[in-house]
């Protein structure tokens, strides 16, 4: 499976920004995608998470209600609509996919977001 983030940029806090994260290779076995993001100095975090049979989803605490995660299996691509966004968000966001059930999981390259306040 590869992954490739997309959407990254600067933007001014409340403003908005869209990522998506694009999926090639089998998906077989794949069935939890998430968002993570790690800022300077700090852990990666996770940020949000779906369940890609049936959509259940999943927040960290300090995305909830500004971030919503989506998927679009036609296109095989997982979105992150980030909304009111603040300075404290600034980090490089990443995607990953896992086969839980086979131990397999996948990384993308990640895309840099700045919000300048």
């Known amino acids: 499976v590869q992954l490739v983030e997309s959407g990254g940029g600067l933007v001014q806090a409340g403003g908005s920004l869209r990522l998506s994260c694009a999926a090639s290779?089998?998906?077989?076995?794949?069935?939890?995608m998430g968002w993570y993001r790690q800022a300077p100095g700090k852990q990666r975090e996770l940020v949000a998470t779906?369940?890609?049979?049936?959509?259940?989803?999943n927040y960290a605490d300090s995305v909830k209600g500004r971030f919503t995660i989506s998927r679009d299996n036609a296109k095989n691509t997982l979105y992150l609509q980030m909304n009111s966004l603040k300075p404290e968000d600034t980090a490089v966001y990443s995607c990953n996919a896992a086969a839980t059930l086979q131990n397999r999981l996948y990384w993308g390259q990640g895309t840099q977001v700045t919000v300048s306040s």
């Open positions: 290779g089998s998906m077989f076995g794949i069935n939890v």
């Open positions: 779906i369940i890609t049979g049936g959509g259940r989803t």
